[in-house]
């Protein structure tokens, strides 16, 4: 029986109390161990220790999840923040390296809000700091005084574009999404393809173009009660499926070699 692929989740550092920890979010390892049916790895922020290279060699995919901290914008020759903004440059050093080394090796790759932020930011591309401040785009915050449900729950449309990755999946032309995020693309990173935009025209998904592998990121939140949607399901079910194709090659390579 084939095992289970090994899909590393990135994590965020934070401190509690006196002492530093990597966390990443429940909602995410669920849905690797549920929807891509992998086993969830969290990678700690350790940019200083482990080269990409450490990394991957034991990875069958890889999920950039999202988070409560923001990119810093000198990554992206931004403007500087506002005061209070949270950021983590230990998850910048890398997951940045690391998203550019899993592509070049053909390592599967899905990234969620601030994972396709950083996807964004890796390859060259910018983002809008606070979106509810740039005229034209509706609102995609959440009401962080509603409940979770609600929080979650549908906000938007938006329109997938024909031929790509998304459409290849068999997915509606347009779909309701959750909205959960107060930065967003400005500039397009080269070699990124636009999958779906909100009816704003914000770009809410992108794939790589002529990637090695399977390589989406989603601004929405496709991990959040993702067993009850099939649009969500799809989604990390074509990842899954794309990290299982890897573990199957890494696994024949291995035994070639042994």
């Not at 649009?231 to 390579?253: E, M, N, S």
Request: charged share 15%; net charge negative; hydrophobic share 40%.
């Amino acid at each position: 029986m084939s095992r289970l692929p090994i899909i590393g989740v990135t994590a965020c550092t934070k401190q509690i109390g006196l002492h530093a920890y990597h966390i990443t979010g429940d909602k995410y390892v669920r849905a690797v161990a549920t929807a891509a049916e992998g086993l969830p790895l969290m990678l700690a922020s350790l940019a200083d220790l482990l080269k990409p290279s450490d990394i991957l060699d034991g990875l069958d995919g890889l999920l950039f999840t999202g988070s409560p901290s923001n990119i810093e914008p000198h990554l992206y020759h931004g403007p500087a923040t506002a005061p209070g903004t949270l950021h983590d440059p230990a998850r910048d050093s890398t997951t940045l390296p690391l998203i550019r080394a899993a592509l070049a090796a053909g390592v599967p790759v899905l990234g969620i809000c601030r994972g396709f932020q950083e996807l964004n930011v890796a390859l060259g591309g910018s983002l809008h700091q606070k979106l509810h401040e740039v005229d034209g785009f509706i609102e995609h915050r959440e009401d962080p005084s509603a409940p979770l449900g609600v929080q979650y729950g549908p906000s938007h449309t938006v329109h997938v574009q024909p031929g790509g990755v998304l459409a290849r999946l068999g997915l509606p032309s347009d779909f309701e999404v959750n909205s959960i995020h107060t930065q967003g693309i400005n500039q397009l990173a080269p070699g990124l393809r636009i999958e779906a935009t909100a009816p704003d025209g914000l770009v809410e998904a992108v794939s790589v173009q002529d990637g090695k592998a399977f390589a989406l990121a989603v601004q929405w939140h496709p991990e959040w009660q993702v067993s009850s949607n099939p649009i969500y399901l799809a989604i990390f079910k074509a990842f899954g499926d794309a990290c299982r194709r890897r573990a199957t090659q890494r696994d024949a390579d291995a035994s070639v070699n042994a």
